[in-house]
Every structure is written in C-alpha cells, then in structure tokens.
C-alpha cells in the first residue's frame, strides 16, 4: 500500500512540474470560470403566470423565474405542434396543479392542455406555453420572431395576443 501511494505522489510530483511556474492546470486554479448558472426551465408544482418588462417588447408574460414563455403559431391549445425534438429547444411550462395568476394576468385565459407524453401544458388565450433555452436569465426574449421547428415564436402580451409579427 505504501508503495501505490509513494507512486500516486511520484506521478502528481511529475505532473505538477509539467506546469511552468505561476502557471496552473487548465481547468483549475483561480482563473477556471464558474459552472453556468443557467437554470433550468421550471415545469412543476402549482405555476403562477406573471408578467415582466422587457425591453422593446413591453410587458410580456412569464414563468414564475421571471423568463419570458412564448407561443408557437403552429400549436393550438388542444393540437400541440412542438413535440420531442422542438420541446428540446422549447421546453413547454408544464405544471402538476391549476395555474395561478399574477398580477396584470387575467386568470379567465389560463388553462391547460395535456401532451402526449402525460404533462399537463399551460395555456393562456389559447396558446400552449413554452420557455426558450437560449433565454438564460429572467427579462431576456432571445426567442423572440425567431422561426424554427417549421413556424413562429413570440412572446405573449397580458392580453393574451402575440407580440409582433
């Protein structure tokens, strides 16, 4: 045993003086960057719909985290179009219990749909909910008039209504 650790020391010795002085490991050290702290999208428990300022678009709806859910022109709230691959990119706000809604949302346009997989979608105004990965942080539209999957994204208005295009 205390050859293995005498051989463990000898490597990391060896190791160790591979990096020039002042120099360390990549991957390590004070200068390795922080894990992303992108969080991921929130799809349980009772949903709370909230609405948020974001610039050049005005107020938006979102999640409870704060980010903006968008609508896809393609889906309808009982025929939903973004399944498997395109929920990868656009992960639907699911929920296990009625959605509520903040302030500025009217509650009367909130329901929900099931998909296909058991979930339970949220909708608002007819509109299945979606999260885009791209937006990281709450108060970014990214996905915005973006087209992809074979339509169009757009964040959603208190009103219930798209919001551009």
């Known amino acids: 045993m ?3 650790i005498g051989l463990a020391g000898g490597v990391l010795a060896f190791a160790t003086a591979c990096v ?3 120099d ?7 200068g390795t960057p ?3 702290t992108t969080a991921p999208p929130v799809t349980g428990g009772a949903i709370a719909v909230q609405t948020r300022e974001v610039p050049n678009l005005g107020a938006v709806l979102t999640g409870p985290d704060g980010r903006t ?6 889906d309808r709230s009982d025929q939903l179009a973004c399944l498997e691959a395109c929920a990868g990119d656009w992960p639907p706000l699911t929920t296990t219990a009625p959605p509520t809604a903040g302030p500025a949302v009217n509650a009367a346009l909130l329901a929900t749909t099931r998909r296909p997989d058991g979930s339970t979608q949220v909708v608002y105004n007819g509109h299945p909910l979606y999260y885009y990965v791209g937006d990281e942080l709450a108060g970014q539209a990214n996905g915005q008039a973006v087209d992809s ?6 964040a ?6 798209r919001i551009g295009g």
């Open 24 to 30: 360390v490991p990549a991957g390590s050290g004070p």
């Open 2 to 4: 205390l050859r293995s």
């Open 149 to 154: 999957n074979g339509g169009s994204w757009y």
């Open 20 to 22: 020039p002085p002042g």
């Open 34 to 36: 922080p894990p992303p």
């Open 156 to 161: 959603i208005s208190p009103a219930g209504n």
């Open 69 to 74: 859910v968008y609508l896809f022109d393609k």
